[in-house]
């Protein structure tokens, strides 16, 4: 399932999430060469995380392979930065462009519910849960982790939390067709969570190509950390709204 949009009104302009929208784009651009071959495996061999050696559980010197001859080698540096690194970083256009969309989905509305600070210490938090749970599930990994999927996890979680019954407007493809579906964010994320939890098993997933476990550990980060970090005064200022609106979205 693949979201298009949702009903639920905002008060304020997300400053925020638009703030981490035009980050990742810059990075993407500038950083990564627009997904070119030299800068991005370079992006990768300097700012992404990588388990193994974060943690000094691989040999200095193991080589990655990235691309025909390109590859990093491991130098054992300290690498605690690439805690955080990573989750701006991105491989292709496409996982950019996801990433980002359901960002701008999701992020407005648990931003209105936080403001724009908190929001910000909320995804930072929200990337730190995802690496560790994804560093738990192989501490020896040496697969180069990017994407600020396990932040936009966290996201996910806050929002099913928040506003389970909020509507969320949604492909679904069936076959050769396509059709979309108007789903309360409780089925719907509730279905992604459990989709990335099966996932996480190897069996299921296979090689750990995708971080599944950095996706579900975002998703319970943000269902934790949403109530203590959020504004009572937010939510009550959202739940405001017209008779027939906070009947449908009440948190």
């Not at 298009?4 to 929208?21: F, K, M, Q, S």
């Not at 500038?30 to 495996?41: I, K």
């Not at 950019?96 to 908190?118: H, K, Q, S, Y």
């Not at 009572?232 to 709204?241: A, G, M, S």
């Amino acid at each position: 399932m693949f979201p298009i949009r949702d009903e639920n009104p905002t008060l304020r302009t997300p400053v925020a999430t638009i703030g981490l929208i035009v980050v990742n784009l810059f990075v993407w651009m500038f950083v990564q060469g627009a997904g070119s071959d030299v800068p991005l495996a370079r992006s990768l061999c300097l700012y992404s995380l990588i388990p193994g050696e974060l943690l000094n559980s691989v040999p200095v010197g193991t080589r990655i392979d990235l691309a025909e001859n390109m590859a990093c080698v491991l130098d054992g540096k300290d690498g605690l930065s690439t805690l955080i690194t990573h989750a701006f970083l991105h491989g292709s256009w496409f996982h950019i462009i996801t990433n980002l969309w359901f960002l701008w989905i999701f992020g407005d509305n648990v931003e209105d519910a936080m403001g724009p600070f908190r929001f910000l210490v909320f995804y930072a938090l929200c990337i730190l849960a995802a690496a560790g749970a994804q560093i738990m599930a192989d501490t020896a990994a040496i697969t180069p982790m990017v994407g600020a999927s396990g932040a936009i996890g966290g996201v996910m979680g806050a929002y099913a939390r928040l506003y389970p019954r909020a509507y969320v407007h949604t492909l679904i493809p069936l076959g050769f067709f396509i059709t979309t579906a108007a789903i309360p964010a409780v089925y719907m994320l509730g279905y992604w969570f459990f989709i990335q939890l099966i996932s996480a098993v190897p069996a299921v997933g296979g090689p750990a190509q995708i971080a599944f476990w950095a996706h579900a550990g975002g998703f319970v980060a943000g269902l934790l950390l949403i109530k203590p970090i959020s504004r009572q005064d937010y939510i009550d200022e959202h739940n405001r709204l017209t008779p027939n609106q906070s009947a449908k979205y009440r948190l």
